[in-house]
């Protein structure tokens, strides 16, 4: 994947284990955490972050992680008809760097990369109690569907799928 400049947002995959991307992960656990009790947080470690089957893109500005997301290339479940998908999961951007951009073009250049790869389907699961991702999401032509992957519909989860190259 080649590398994505978005006005001095330089986007680009890069391995998870660093130790400032760790920091903004701990810094989007913290969040979910408190938001959410553990059983209800469906978070990637490391580990799986670092999978052949998942891209992982570091957003910086000047150098510096601001940013962060993945996604999963899931194949086709019951719920998706079959249909192979991404599975959007770790997007973060730090607290004092919100409000640029930033967001926006690691998701532009996360749905870049299922496409370059032949995947058409995005899909997603959310807190309903994060209303910023919420409208990040929406924005981008997210909407709402079923639950899939799994995920339990408990109610404190919000499923969003979009479309590719529509």
Excluded: W
Excluded at 19 to 30: E, G, H, K, M, N
Excluded at 138 to 163: C, H, I, Q, T, W
Aim: hydrophobic letters at 40%.
């Amino acid at each position: 994947m080649a590398q994505t400049t978005c006005e001095s947002i330089v986007i680009q995959p890069e391995r998870p284990d660093q130790s400032a991307v760790r920091a903004l992960l701990d810094q989007l656990d913290t969040y979910l955490g408190s938001l959410y009790a553990p059983q209800h947080n469906h978070i990637l470690g490391i580990d799986e972050l670092l999978a052949p089957s998942v891209c992982f893109l570091v957003a910086r500005i000047d150098g510096r992680v601001c940013g962060c997301g993945a996604v999963r290339r899931m194949p086709g479940e019951p719920a998706t008809g079959g249909v192979a998908y991404g599975e959007l999961k770790r997007m973060m951007v730090h607290s004092s760097m919100r409000g640029q951009g930033i967001g926006s073009a690691l998701l532009e250049a996360l749905e870049r990369s299922l496409f370059d790869d032949g995947v058409r389907l995005a899909l997603l699961e959310t807190g309903a109690a994060q209303a910023q991702a919420l409208s990040l999401y929406r924005r981008a032509g997210f909407v709402p569907r079923g639950a899939f992957g799994g995920y339990p519909d408990n109610g404190l989860s919000m499923f969003l799928e979009k479309r590719l190259g529509t």
